[in-house]
């Protein structure tokens, strides 16, 4: 009998992202290739344009290392750049279909993993078929959670703004007072109180932007996994994904904080590794510079898609065994298939 590839039970941030993992590694070829027929041509075209952009910027570094003097031409430094920016600007017109591959890339990986941890094999052109037909509710979920996104984004920043206000006021206050103190000369200390200030402020506003985000995405999490799973409306699913994360808010976020930092970890090694390689072929061709950033830039999302999908499958059941008892179901299914094996070996 084939391993499984779920553990029924609830697990830990730790080990659910090794099951994912495991449900990677099982499945590679099949969600690598599935990921490859969307993105690769896709990501190719994109990573082509911006390889363009990173070889510009490059060849201006390099050319200032061995020759310091050459940026005295400002009108040459200003016509490299204005090419890579026109470069930048094609990219634009990729993401309305960068949308679509990607919404369709990942319900189609989604079919394919959840069948998996079913002990199910759903092919290629099945699982995009499947995602066709959930294309246009994913497509609403997406529209209604960057609405959010940006009310929210909105909001935030009119409240940055009023504290901002105030605290300018404060600080001016703070400054008059230290001048008086200081015989009409602004102190030390109130200038470094105030460096002080700038600095909380900076760490603060960065905090307070980035939490709703990070936390919305959290209760959001497992949306997409629920709109393959149960068929449900763009609205339900983010309904149903509220109530699956709550009491469980702190441990989804530190597993998405930790899935994107993994992510991180893997881009920076990659594009460190393609930038060493670019200035060593930059000196001979530039058209091989190119490509090293295209086959970096399009490789990158080909492997870590899969993954990724895979991760939020796994939270999704995760925390439907924590609400729901969704564990006794997998293994009666488990069961079941156990049964249907024995009495049909050959099937």
């Known amino acids: 009998m084939q391993s499984p590839l779920f553990r029924a039970g609830p697990l830990s941030v730790g080990d659910l992202l090794d099951w994912a993992v495991r449900l990677y590694r099982a499945r590679f070829g099949k969600l690598i290739l599935t990921t ?5 041509p896709l990501g ?3 990573s082509l344009i911006s390889g363009q952009t990173m070889t510009s910027y490059l060849n201006i570094f390099m050319t200032a290392l061995q020759d310091p003097g050459s940026l005295a031409d400002q009108q040459q430094v200003l016509r490299e750049l204005q090419g890579s920016n026109q470069w930048l600007s094609l990219t634009y017109l990729l993401i309305p279909l960068g949308i679509a591959a990607n919404g369709l890339v990942t319900l189609a990986l989604a079919y394919q993993s959840i ?3 079913h002990h199910r094999e759903v092919g290629i052109g099945e699982s995009i078929r499947l ?9 609403g979920m997406t529209f209604a959670v960057y609405a959010a996104y940006i009310g929210v984004g909105i909001l935030v920043l009119i409240a940055i703004f009023i504290v901002a206000f105030f605290l300018a006021l404060v600080a001016g206050s703070f400054m008059a007072f230290g001048g008086l103190a200081s015989g009409g000369e602004p102190g030390y200390a109130a200038f470094a109180g105030l460096m002080v200030g700038i600095f909380c402020l900076y760490v603060g506003a960065v905090i307070v932007i980035t ?3 990070v936390y919305l995405s959290t209760r959001w999490a497992v949306a997409m996994p629920l709109l393959v799973d149960q068929s449900l409306g763009p609205l339900e699913v983010l309904s149903e994904s509220w109530k699956l994360t709550a009491g469980h808010v702190r441990r989804s976020i530190g597993y998405v904080v930790l899935l994107y930092l993994f992510y991180g970890i893997i881009y920076v090694a990659l594009m460190a590794i393609a930038f060493a390689a670019a200035g060593l072929t930059l000196t001979s061709s530039t058209l091989a510079s190119v490509a090293i950033f295209s086959i970096v830039g399009a490789l990158v999302p080909v492997l870590w898609q899969p993954l990724a999908v895979a991760a939020y499958v796994m939270l999704y059941y995760d925390l439907r065994m924590r609400n729901q008892g969704y564990d006794l179901e997998l293994r009666i299914q488990q069961l079941e298939t156990e049964v249907e094996r024995a009495a049909y070996p050959s099937a």
């Open 36 to 40: 490859a027929i969307f993105l690769v």
């Open 211 to 213: 939490a709703p985000f």
């Open 44 to 46: 190719l075209i994109s």
């Open 115 to 117: 069948a998996a941890i």
């Open 131 to 139: 995602a066709l037909r959930s294309f246009w509710p994913w497509l």
